[in-house]
């Protein structure tokens, strides 16, 4: 099947050389007969409008159809997002390109005319004649079988090159200028800001939860027992008063334990005297479900990195935990030449929701880093969170 | 007295009912949320309701919420409600309508036990308990803009006792001065702030919330 496709995509480019010639005799003849026939409107002032504006409609049409033919037949994906390049630049690309398209059209037809040739010449020695009164010993066909190799190769190898340079041809003059593409990373790098202000204040807003109804509470039933007891004492009843100071001190420990973990959540210190290795260790430890780390990062991340993989790692693991009742969790770290790649994988019951709160954050952070992020969570499971972080 | 509590976190809702229990209130039921709330005391009919401003589903305002329908619903069961932190809209919602048997406090408060139950036992018996943190920023809010500036400082002193919700002779304690002192200053704020004579004393600290409230 593999080389039923390779035939057919070779087919496709052959098919595509051959028209994107015929384009190209239909635009040499287009921009002379429109050079003959724009000339002279020219001159007249009320005609030039609508002749330019015709003009400009043509150019653009036979550049769409160029467009459409990479994207086609050449399978050029690039080409298929080229847009708003306007009449000049369309009329530049035209005029560049039909050279391009002629060339690719006088391959094709060399390999026609050598194509001709072998069958002429195998038929005559088929039928017992020698066209040109060489009798065909060996040595002449090994001769004449190099030859048309080496012909072949070169032949090839100039289609290869007539399709790159139409594509590059197009990226030239139809593609995304460098504004444009300034212009995309702006808007892009606008969006990953405004993303991770939102994250911050979600992340914030978590924090005030952490603080209000977690460790406010705690001190307010603290405060509470130490009230009771108190006023237990005032009223002479020591052994109650005693009994409520006990439940007090134990509730004082819970609050500070509390409290560290709100800390943590918040930053875990760890990340910076022990690094992400251990950081992560630390995260395994805490889980109430085995989780192995593997961890293959020979140096340090940059410090963005690790607090984003950290907290992805976390986060994962807190929603393998909290919603798909995993039984076991993966951690996996790796590191490329560039890039650094994280992955927790579960065995819960999956159907993560990627549009979630928590999921969304991490998106945000990781998109930040111009990093990549997947969660591929098919209900009834397994979960994976992927990410794939520039490490430049 | 029969009190319905209603507080998400399981482990103040349990010391608050021990605590009032302790002191010798009946605590009919303790609930989680805002709905069970409402639901709970038509079932019911507690004299006294203390509730968190903040509850599940949501954690905004639900316990609000729920309070001011049980105050629209059932006027003569006294609410307390307790918050995280000042609102000043959270104590004009408790307010409109019945300024009575309200009382709104900061819940750090409730460790403060013994004003926890004074403030309980004044909103119980009728009156209002506003938490002194509500009202000195009901105060600093309002200060600059207008006839509250022409109070003296004993006055404001009087004012913002009296907005907590103590009667007159509470406030003589507080402040270390005789009753008729302290009912001397009253009237003068009341004239300074241009409110008519009535005739029930919560009915003028409602009024004077009202009025810094606005």
Known sequence: MRIWGAVVASARLVWGLAVGALTAVATLAGLAAGGIVLAPALAWPSAREASMHRLARTVLWLAEFERHRLY???????????????????????????????????????????????????????????????????????????????????????????????RNVARRFLGPTPADLLRVRIEQLSATRADVVAAVDAERRRIERDLHDGVQQRLVALGMLLGRARRSGAAGDEAKSA??????????REILDELREVAWRVYPAALDT??????????????????????????????????????????????????????????????????????????????????????????????????????????????????????? | MRVIIAEDSALLRDGLRRLLV??????????????????????????????????????SDEGLRAAVEIRRRWPSIGVLMLSQYVEQRYAVDLLTGHGTRVGYLLKDRVADVGEFLEALARVGAGGTAFDPEVVRQLLRRTTHSDPLTRLTGREKDVLDAMAQGHNNASIAARLHVSQSAVEKHVRSIFDKLGLADAEGYSRRVLAVLRYLGE
């Open chain 1, 274 to 392: 022990l690094g992400l290795k251990d950081a992560l260790a630390g995260v395994a430890e805490r889980a109430p479900i085995p989780v192995t780390v593997r961890y293959d990062v020979p140096d340090a991340p940059p410090a963005p990195v690790v607090t984003a993989a950290y907290f992805v790692v976390s986060e994962a693991v807190t929603n393998a935990v909290k919603h798909a009742s995993a039984s076991r969790i993966e951690i996996v770290v790796t590191r490329e030449r560039k890039t650094m790649t994280v992955r927790v994988s579960d065995d819960g019951g999956g159907g993560a929701d990627p549009a979630g709160a928590g999921l969304t954050g991490l998106a945000r952070r990781v998109a930040a880093l111009d990093g990549r992020f997947a969660v591929i969570s098919p209900v009834g499971g397994p979960t994976e969170v992927r990410v794939v972080l520039p490490c430049a």
């Open chain 2, 22 to 59: 302790d002191e010798g209130y009946t605590v009919v039921d303790a609930v989680g949320d805002g709905a069970t709330l409402v639901e709970s005391v038509s079932r019911h009919l507690p004299d006294l309701v203390v509730a968190d401003v903040r509850m599940p589903p949501t954690h």
């Open chain 1, 243 to 252: 009994d409520l100071l006990a439940q007090a001190h134990a509730e004082s």
């Open chain 1, 72 to 166: 086609r037949l050449f399978g050029d994906a690039e080409a298929k997002t080229y847009r708003g390049y306007g009449p000049e630049r369309a009329l530049a690309y035209l005029g560049v390109r039909w050279p391009v398209g002629l060339l690719g059209g006088g391959i094709l037809l060399l390999f026609v005319y050598g194509a001709g040739t072998i069958v002429f010449f195998v038929w005559y020695w088929l039928t017992g004649r020698y066209p040109d009164n060489i009798p065909p010993s060996p040595w002449i066909i090994t001769y004449l079988a190099v030859a048309c190799g080496f012909a072949l190769f070169l032949g090839v190898q100039g289609l290869i090159g007539v399709v790159r340079l139409e």
